[in-house]
């Protein structure tokens, strides 16, 4: 039983957020990533702080592939080199410590691969990473306060 308050709010908040996107026209699916990478990078403030640069930088970067494969009227060879190079790249940011959460940004890029537009991405990535916060913020809330009435 463990896992129930965290399990309810994850699924009361699920729920609504799918209700919100699908109202409002934003896609659902991305924010689900950005979730679990909230949760894979600790589940706290710093989870926030850790995913939010390397996901950034796996989404320009993602979309900085496509860019270049355009402008070189890019072959299945050219894209092949391209995603070699951007993988290099996902991968070498590990060293970098604010970037060092290269599964965030492999994350990201296939988030903005799936959806081919970096904002429409971005957005309900970023928002994913906010919902996993609130997600833990409103258990401890609830877990606080039933630890202070004994």
Avoid: C, R
Avoid at 18 to 42: E, K, M
Avoid at 141 to 150: E, G
């Amino acid at each position: 039983m463990q896992l129930l308050p965290i399990s309810l709010s994850i699924g009361i908040l699920a729920g609504i957020w799918t209700f919100v996107s699908a109202t409002y026209g934003i896609l659902t699916w991305p924010t689900f990533i950005g979730w679990a990478i909230f949760f894979f990078l600790g589940a706290n403030k710093e989870a926030l702080v850790k995913a939010f640069p390397p996901v950034l930088a796996g989404l320009i970067l993602g979309y900085l592939t496509v860019l270049v494969n355009t402008a070189l009227h890019g072959n299945t060879l050219i894209l092949a080199i391209l995603v070699a190079v951007l993988a290099f790249l996902l991968t070498f940011m590990m060293n970098i410590s604010w970037l060092a959460a290269a599964p965030s940004a492999f994350a990201a890029t296939a988030t903005y691969f799936g959806v081919g537009d970096p904002i429409k991405a971005a957005i309900p990535l970023i928002i994913g990473l906010l919902l996993g916060y609130i997600s833990v913020w409103i258990v401890d809330i609830f877990v606080k306060n039933d630890t202070d009435k004994a």
